[in-house]
Every structure is written in C-alpha cells, then in structure tokens.
C-alpha cells in the first residue's frame, strides 16, 4: 500500500511551465504504472500521462508533445513536466498507481493547475 501527495500546482500564464511532483510514502517499484489523471468540471476524468515499471509512457493527445512524465524510483516520487501550457489544461491533477497497466489503486487527494490567457 502507498499513499501519494501531490505538490506543485498553481496559476500560470498560457505558455508557461510547471512540474507537479508525487511523492509516494512508500516505494513504487511494486507497482507496474504510475501516471496522472486530470479532471475538469463538467468533463469526464482524462488520463494525461502514465509511465510502467519497465519505462514505458502514453500520453493523452493533448499533453503529447509538451508535457514528459518521469519516475526518480530512488526519491519514491513521479514527475509531470509540463511545458508550454494552455487555458485547457487546466484542471486538478490526479496522481495514481496501478498493479497493471491500466489499472490504477491508489490516489493522491490532486493539485490545481490553472492556466490563464
């Protein structure tokens, strides 16, 4: 079991960057993916970004391009990189781990990511 914090959130200007960081309590080597989901009212939950134990990475079309998730095993912490941000990329951001890919088992309780013209 591993519980996760989200950090690094805030407002930023369109074109500008953030890295939201998720620290695990507890190592993530025993689970098989960890990414970020993001919500939006009034829309349904989207996968932005997710990456295996082995470094494998798919990112929604949106982010591909402009945001890089990255995994520091030995901090126990994931990454989100997000570069060149737009108005609709706003949202709370959602890290989560998975037993499998595509499975997700654990939640951090999200950070706020608004982007402004």
């Known amino acids: 079991q591993v519980q996760l914090v989200e950090s690094g959130g805030g407002l930023v200007q369109a074109g500008g960057s953030l890295r939201l960081s998720c620290a695990a309590s507890?190592?993530?080597?025993?689970?098989?993916?960890v990414g970020w989901f993001r919500q939006t009212p009034g829309k349904q939950r989207e996968l932005v970004a997710a990456i295996s134990s082995g470094g494998n990475t798919v990112y929604a079309d949106s982010a591909k391009g402009r945001f890089t998730i990255s995994r520091d095993n030995a901090k126990n912490t994931v990454y989100l990189q997000m570069n060149t941000l737009k108005p609709e990329d706003t949202g709370v951001y959602y890290c989560y781990a998975g037993a499998t890919w595509g499975s997700a088992d654990d939640w951090g309780q999200g950070t706020q990511v608004t982007v402004s013209s």
């Open positions: 507890g190592s993530i080597f025993s689970f098989r993916t």
